[in-house]
């Protein structure tokens, strides 16, 4: 059984810094984090293949979010600064076996299993 468990959430002040933790119950080729705010649909923050061949931003987290993991320990890490408002969402990590996400790291179609989420709350 596919296990992904998201940490690191919580609540930070506009400008602030979150580190977000996804801890896989094995390898896969993808992953990546979402998120979803109140009334909009699931975007696409980061994705990364394989040990970092081919890496995902959105162009509202580019340049504020660094996407890495340690394949050693099956985790996947999503580090946020310069954190703002509209960045206020329930953040979820996804992850595929395949390799045909590899293109397609942002769109949540390329992704098979997803954790349960974990809130992040900006404030000013």
């Known amino acids: 059984q596919v296990q992904l468990v998201e940490s690191g959430g919580g609540s930070v002040q506009a400008g602030g810094s979150l580190t977000l933790s996804c801890t896989a119950s094995?390898?896969?080729?993808?992953m990546g984090w979402f998120r979803q705010a109140p009334g909009k649909e699931r975007e696409g923050v980061a994705g990364?293949?394989?040990?970092?061949?081919?890496?995902y931003y959105a162009e509202s987290v580019k340049g504020r979010f660094t996407i890495s993991r340690d394949n050693a320990k099956n985790t996947l890490y999503l580090r946020m600064n310069s954190l703002k408002l509209e960045d206020t969402a329930v953040y979820y990590c996804?992850?595929?076996?395949?390799?045909?996400?590899?293109?397609?790291?942002?769109?949540?179609?390329?992704?098979?299993?997803w954790g349960q989420g974990t809130q992040v709350t900006v404030s000013s």
């Open positions: 094995g390898y896969f080729y993808c």
């Open positions: 996804a992850a595929e076996r395949g390799t045909s996400c590899s293109t397609r790291l942002g769109e949540p179609q390329s992704y098979n299993n």
């Open positions: 990364i293949y394989g040990s970092g061949s081919r890496i």
